[in-house]
């Protein structure tokens, strides 16, 4: 393979590694983002779930408190219901009547007042004081839900402000039912807002934290943070409500109605109680954390990406390096190849080259079906020369004979070459005899006329044999170098400075020569 072939190989075998190194660069660096993408992706979604877990744990654990304190207040309104229909109660005096029906009511905390109100809305008995209200309860909404019933339940009215303190209280109440299982008033208990708060308070949340307790069809009872503007505020079918419909608990994210920024809501239903808890956070804080891992992953990647780009410059730095080197390598092998085949003194190619060079075009000569002529040339009475003049005289007189052989040596196919000593060779592939007999005429002439530039001390001749063989199974290059290497002798042994043909059947034909005879 020619140098030329081996380095455009080489370069063929680079560009495809540089291909792949930034191939495989790109795929990894892809699959690292995706990778960490996922991570990231993967980590958002788990602060997502984590915080609706801790929304609806939140909210059910409210819940289960205020269902487990408000049983505990009906309770209380059951054992007055009890209380009022034993004999020896209402025998008893006063004093004892009011210990008996209200001693059980006093154990419940933020329980602030029982009142015991007759079929026509009077009160007739309370927890708190000897001076009953004079007020009429028969417009209360509470009263009119028991008024309609049917059975005993345990109703919690809206929010409303007492008439009797003032406060903002929500109200339990019992049916209180005759003999005959006709209305017969009510036992109400008025629980303070302060309940839900002091419950909102102990729970430790964060300042952008909302809590809600809400009735069932909307209607605020209290939040935190508190705002007695919204109390008894009905929010309508809001998505809260269609969240957590025939549900016992609800996750969603929305405006709050309140104060219109974007939360995460945990819903939860009061068992056996028609209200419903509510916690939200903002949406932002959920991902806090996440945001700062995602920005440690992202920044972390982006090292990596960089080194690995980095890493895969060096590596393509390096691959050019080492396929500079390689060709300078090549380039240095190649120029010491043909240092090797090239003569020094004449510039021509040497013995080595001329043998590789004669195998290639008798190989071709045989396979096209095509002449090759030889021409073997020795330079007339050299060692006298070199002896008058010197060597340096003598190699000097070689060098001109290469380079009148040179001279006439014109098509890209021809080849000469110093074959040794003070003789040359000349290789002319596809030539006629009187082509080849031609081209030796014009070299013996040059050589003849070469003095005359003063080129060389003192005239020069050359004997030339010549012949013109079809390269053929039977026959050798050797053979047919013999018979130019004959034809050489015969033109010294005939006089010199003449070329002589021999062809391939030895018939050696008419030598051309000098007009003055040496």
Same mark, same amino acid.
């Given at each position: 393979m020619s140098i030329e072939a081996r380095s455009l190989l080489g370069d063929?075998?680079?560009?495809?590694?540089?291909?792949?190194?930034?191939?495989?660069?790109?795929?990894?660096?892809?699959?690292?983002?995706?990778?960490?993408?996922?991570?990231?992706f993967d980590a958002r979604r788990d602060a997502e779930v984590a915080a609706q877990q801790a929304a609806t744990s939140l909210t059910t654990a409210i819940a289960q408190d205020i269902s487990r304190n408000f049983e505990l207040y009906g309770l209380s309104l059951q054992g007055v219901i009890q209380g009022l229909k034993n004999p020896a109660i209402?025998?008893?005096?006063?004093?004892?009547?009011?210990?008996?029906?209200?001693?059980?009511?006093?154990? &419940?905390?933020?329980?602030?007042?029982? %009142? $015991?109100?007759?079929?026509?809305?009077? *009160?007739?008995? #309370?927890?708190?004081?000897?001076v009953l209200p004079k007020e009429n309860f028969a417009d209360r909404n509470y009263f009119k839900v028991q008024q309609r019933a049917n059975d005993d339940i345990l109703y919690v009215s809206e929010p409303l402000q007492s008439r009797i303190d003032q406060d903002w209280i929500i109200v339990v109440s019992r049916r209180i039912a005759n &003999?005959?299982?006709?209305?017969?008033? %009510? $036992?109400?208990?008025?629980?303070?807002? *302060?309940?839900? #708060?002091?419950?909102?308070?102990?729970?430790?949340?964060?300042?952008?934290?909302?809590f809600a307790v809400l009735s069932s069809d909307g209607v605020l009872i209290s939040r935190q943070p508190f705002s007695l503007m919204d109390i008894g505020k009905r929010l309508g079918q809001t998505t809260l409500l269609r969240a957590?419909?025939?549900?016992?608990? &609800?996750?969603?994210?929305?405006?709050?109605?309140?104060?219109?920024?974007e939360r995460l809501y945990g819903a939860a239903r009061v068992p056996n109680l028609p209200l419903i808890v509510t916690y939200a956070m903002p949406e932002k804080r959920i991902y806090t954390a996440w945001r700062q891992k995602a920005l440690t992953l992202s920044a972390m990647?982006?090292?990596?990406?960089?080194?690995?780009?980095?890493?895969?410059?060096?590596?393509?730095?390096?691959?050019?390096?080492?396929?500079?080197?390689?060709?300078?390598?090549?380039?240095?092998?190649?120029?010491l190849k043909a240092l090797s085949r090239i003569d020094q003194l004449t510039k021509l190619p040497n013995r080595r080259a001329f043998d590789e060079r004669s195998a290639l075009e008798w190989r071709r000569g045989a396979r096209e079906k095509s002449s090759l002529s030889i021409l073997v040339i020795d330079v007339d009475h050299f060692k006298q020369y070199n002896d008058r003049n010197g060597h340096v005289a003598g190699d000097m007189a070689l060098a001109v004979v290469a380079h009148c052989i040179r001279k006439h040596i014109k098509r890209p196919a021809d080849f000469a070459a110093r074959y040794g000593g003070e003789e040359f060779a000349v290789l002319l592939p596809s030539t006629a005899p009187e082509g080849a007999e031609k081209v030796a005429e014009d070299i013996r002439r040059s050589v003849q006329l070469a003095h005359l530039s003063n080129q060389i001390v003192e005239p020069l001749s050359v004997s030339i044999g010549v012949t013109m063989v079809t390269p053929m199974p039977g026959i050798s290059f050797q053979d047919a170098f013999k018979l130019a290497d004959e034809a050489l002798y015969g033109a010294k042994t005939i006089g010199r400075n003449r070329v002589v043909f021999v062809p391939a059947d030895g018939a050696t034909r008419a030598a051309t020569s000098t007009n003055t005879p040496e």
């Amino acid at each position: 393979m020619s140098i030329e072939a081996r380095s455009l190989l080489g370069d063929l075998r680079l560009a495809r590694k540089i291909t792949a190194i930034r191939l495989l660069a790109v795929v990894a660096m892809a699959g690292l983002i995706a990778f960490f993408a996922y991570v990231i992706f993967d980590a958002r979604r788990d602060a997502e779930v984590a915080a609706q877990q801790a929304a609806t744990s939140l909210t059910t654990a409210i819940a289960q408190d205020i269902s487990r304190n408000f049983e505990l207040y009906g309770l209380s309104l059951q054992g007055v219901i009890q209380g009022l229909k034993n004999p020896a109660i209402a025998e008893a005096s006063p004093e004892l009547r009011q210990l008996a029906l209200f001693d059980y009511a006093s154990k &419940a905390r933020y329980l602030n007042r029982i %009142v $015991v109100i007759d079929a026509n809305g009077r *009160a007739i008995a #309370q927890s708190q004081g000897d001076v009953l209200p004079k007020e009429n309860f028969a417009d209360r909404n509470y009263f009119k839900v028991q008024q309609r019933a049917n059975d005993d339940i345990l109703y919690v009215s809206e929010p409303l402000q007492s008439r009797i303190d003032q406060d903002w209280i929500i109200v339990v109440s019992r049916r209180i039912a005759n &003999a005959d299982g006709s209305f017969g008033g %009510v $036992v109400a208990g008025s629980v303070s807002l *302060a309940y839900f #708060q002091a419950l909102f308070m102990n729970l430790n949340a964060h300042k952008d934290d909302a809590f809600a307790v809400l009735s069932s069809d909307g209607v605020l009872i209290s939040r935190q943070p508190f705002s007695l503007m919204d109390i008894g505020k009905r929010l309508g079918q809001t998505t809260l409500l269609r969240a957590i419909e025939n549900k016992q608990t &609800a996750i969603f994210t929305a405006a709050s109605p309140i104060d219109g920024m974007e939360r995460l809501y945990g819903a939860a239903r009061v068992p056996n109680l028609p209200l419903i808890v509510t916690y939200a956070m903002p949406e932002k804080r959920i991902y806090t954390a996440w945001r700062q891992k995602a920005l440690t992953l992202s920044a972390m990647v982006l090292g990596l990406c960089a080194a690995l780009a980095a890493l895969g410059l060096m590596l393509l730095r390096e691959f050019r390096l080492r396929r500079k080197f390689e060709i300078k390598l090549a380039a240095a092998a190649g120029h010491l190849k043909a240092l090797s085949r090239i003569d020094q003194l004449t510039k021509l190619p040497n013995r080595r080259a001329f043998d590789e060079r004669s195998a290639l075009e008798w190989r071709r000569g045989a396979r096209e079906k095509s002449s090759l002529s030889i021409l073997v040339i020795d330079v007339d009475h050299f060692k006298q020369y070199n002896d008058r003049n010197g060597h340096v005289a003598g190699d000097m007189a070689l060098a001109v004979v290469a380079h009148c052989i040179r001279k006439h040596i014109k098509r890209p196919a021809d080849f000469a070459a110093r074959y040794g000593g003070e003789e040359f060779a000349v290789l002319l592939p596809s030539t006629a005899p009187e082509g080849a007999e031609k081209v030796a005429e014009d070299i013996r002439r040059s050589v003849q006329l070469a003095h005359l530039s003063n080129q060389i001390v003192e005239p020069l001749s050359v004997s030339i044999g010549v012949t013109m063989v079809t390269p053929m199974p039977g026959i050798s290059f050797q053979d047919a170098f013999k018979l130019a290497d004959e034809a050489l002798y015969g033109a010294k042994t005939i006089g010199r400075n003449r070329v002589v043909f021999v062809p391939a059947d030895g018939a050696t034909r008419a030598a051309t020569s000098t007009n003055t005879p040496e």
